[in-house]
Structure formats: C-alpha cells, structure tokens
C-alpha cells in the first residue's frame, strides 16, 4: 500500500496537508499554530483520500481522536461489513460506509471481495 500511495503522490497532485506531515499539520494538536500550512501550489486532481482525522479513508484509517477511537480498515470481510451497520455509519459517517459498498478486486482472492459483498447486502437488507 506505501509503495501505491507513492506511486499517486508523484503524479504532483495529491497536497501536502492530505498528508499530515505534523510540522505542517498537525491536526492531533490542540495548538492551531501547528496547523498552519495551506498548499496553493500543488494542483488539485488524482490522489487518495488524505490522512486527516475527519478523512482517512484508507486502509491504514485513522488515528484515535477526542471524540472517535482509531479506525483501521484492514480487516476481514465480516469484520468490514460491519461498517455498513446504521449505528456504525452515523458515528463514523455516511460516507465511509458509502465508499465502502463499492469494492472491486485489484490482486489477490476473489473469494474474500465476495464474501465482503455477500455481507454488504446482508447488512443493508436486513431491518
């Protein structure tokens, strides 16, 4: 996943603060002073999601916040689906379980993209 996420950042699109480098941005401080850079430069267009508390949606998730525990999204197909829970999407927010009901398989076993999606729709099917 490092060596993809370098891959995208050199096509010079992605922004600095998407990457939380803590001496630009660091958004686990109380302190806005350390929260200070804006980048005009970069050109907005293909990147990942950025390592933001209030984004990461990526499979390293997040960090634990004031108000939410750290998220990670490597897990298993049940554990995934898991997110497509309503109580589960309000606290996390619609739109992880949103990005969430659209899975494809890049490498690897196609067994575990369709377990996931057969737990999906078990989830958003049921009352």
């Not at 060596?3 to 992605?14: A, D």
């Not at 600095?16 to 686990?28: K, S, W």
Request: charge should be negative.
């Amino acid at each position: 996943t490092h060596y993809l996420h370098l891959k995208v950042i050199n096509l010079g699109e992605t922004i600095l603060p998407a990457m939380a480098v803590p001496a630009l941005n660091d958004f686990y401080s109380e302190d806005p002073e350390r929260d200070w850079f804006y980048d005009s430069v970069t050109p907005r267009g293909f990147a990942f999601d950025g390592f933001m508390p209030w984004a990461c949606k990526t499979p390293f998730g997040r960090e634990q916040t004031k108000s939410k525990p750290a998220l990670s999204l490597i897990q298993t197909p049940a554990k995934m689906a898991e997110f497509q829970r309503e109580q589960v999407s309000l606290s996390e927010g619609y739109h992880l379980s949103d990005v969430l009901r659209r899975a494809v398989l890049i490498m690897g076993d196609q067994t575990l993209v369709d377990e996931y999606l057969v737990r999906v729709e078990e989830h958003l099917s049921s009352p």
